[in-house]
């Protein structure tokens, strides 16, 4: 199969714009000796989690074909986020290469896993090729794109990604926070939502106030507010469009944010 039509099969909103630009530059030779593999009879068109990305545009205009190149797009955008806050720090850990890695095996499947590291590694190369300035700017251009088709939810879960990756080592260093925060400012997002996944997963009563984006002294009117936005804003139906495995993820997170809540309701004699 030509490398352009399979391009287009997975671009999904992906079709202009700086995200596809930067597609086009990174996706060119990654590809070439994985595609017969990949287009298959038994697999073209499809994603079941094993087979990798789907090539099939024979059925476009489909609602599962927009889904598909909807969840393709997710990918790659998570993958030009992820290249950005790896480097954040000047270095590139083993811990959260792997972190990556295992994120790409559970919700995309083992071919996935392997294409995507290919991806993140070139992306690491046109960093290095342009400079950090000019690939911060691509970033940030990107990351408009996402949020002029993404909605609410899915930038979360992105962003959610974002963390658990730059806690892979153990320590978050501030140039990646600082890092993650100015996606969340490119994407029309509040920086503070960056805090907020910071605190998820934790079991002390400030981390679950920061979760929920509120200070100790709120009142219980102002925490029921800011624990039913989040609780809305954040269900996993939201991502349901991205595959059941994106949504499973985006279940883990409301797990934790309801965890964050029933800690303060405890506190508070809810």
């Given at each position: 199969?030509?490398?352009?039509k399979?391009?287009?099969?997975?671009?999904?909103f992906?079709?202009?714009?700086p995200?596809?630009?930067?597609?086009?530059?990174?996706?060119?030779?990654?590809?070439?000796?994985?595609?017969?593999?990949?287009?298959?009879?038994?697999?073209?068109?499809?994603?079941?989690?094993?087979?990798?990305?789907?090539t099939?545009?024979?059925?476009s205009?489909?609602?599962?074909?927009?889904?598909q190149?909807?969840?393709n797009?997710?990918?790659?955008s998570?993958?030009?986020?992820?290249?950005?806050?790896i480097?954040?720090?000047?270095?590139?850990?083993?811990?959260?290469?792997?972190?990556?890695r295992?994120?790409?095996?559970?919700?995309?499947?083992?071919?996935?896993?392997?294409?995507?590291?290919?991806?993140?590694?070139?992306?690491?190369?046109?960093?290095?090729r342009?400079?950090?300035?000019?690939?911060?700017?691509?970033v940030?251009?990107?990351?408009?794109?996402?949020a002029?088709?993404?909605?609410?939810?899915?930038?979360?879960?992105l962003?959610?990604?974002?963390?658990?990756?730059?806690?892979?080592?153990?320590?978050?260093?501030?140039?990646e926070v600082?890092?993650?925060?100015?996606?969340?400012?490119w994407?029309g997002l509040?920086?503070?939502?960056?805090?907020?996944?910071?605190?998820l997963?934790?079991?002390?009563?400030?981390?679950?106030y920061?979760?929920l984006?509120?200070?100790?002294s709120?009142t219980?009117?102002?925490?029921k507010?800011?624990y039913r936005?989040l609780?809305?804003?954040?269900?996993?139906?939201k991502?349901?469009?991205l595959?059941?495995?994106i949504?499973?993820?985006?279940?883990?997170?409301?797990?934790?944010?309801?965890?964050?809540?029933?800690?303060?309701?405890?506190?508070?004699?809810l």
């Amino acid at each position: 199969m030509a490398l352009g039509k399979w391009i287009g099969g997975i671009l999904g909103f992906m079709s202009g714009g700086p995200l596809g630009a930067l597609a086009g530059i990174v996706l060119g030779g990654v590809f070439d000796s994985m595609l017969d593999a990949v287009n298959t009879p038994e697999t073209q068109g499809t994603f079941d989690g094993h087979s990798g990305w789907s090539t099939n545009t024979s059925y476009s205009g489909s609602t599962a074909s927009a889904d598909q190149g909807q969840r393709n797009s997710f990918l790659f955008s998570l993958l030009v986020l992820a290249s950005y806050i790896i480097k954040a720090d000047g270095k590139v850990m083993h811990s959260e290469m792997e972190t990556v890695r295992n994120m790409l095996r559970q919700n995309f499947g083992e071919i996935a896993c392997q294409q995507g590291d290919q991806i993140l590694r070139r992306l690491f190369d046109q960093q290095k090729r342009v400079g950090a300035a000019a690939f911060r700017t691509t970033v940030a251009d990107c990351c408009r794109q996402m949020a002029h088709n993404m909605n609410y939810s899915q930038l979360m879960q992105l962003l959610n990604f974002l963390v658990l990756i730059a806690q892979a080592d153990g320590h978050v260093e501030a140039s990646e926070v600082a890092a993650m925060k100015e996606c969340a400012q490119w994407m029309g997002l509040s920086a503070s939502e960056i805090d907020s996944l910071l605190g998820l997963g934790k079991d002390d009563l400030d981390s679950a106030y920061r979760v929920l984006g509120v200070s100790p002294s709120a009142t219980d009117d102002e925490v029921k507010r800011a624990y039913r936005r989040l609780a809305l804003e954040h269900h996993p139906d939201k991502v349901a469009a991205l595959g059941e495995d994106i949504r499973k993820a985006a279940e883990k997170k409301f797990q934790e944010i309801n965890a964050a809540k029933d800690r303060i309701w405890k506190a508070r004699g809810l």
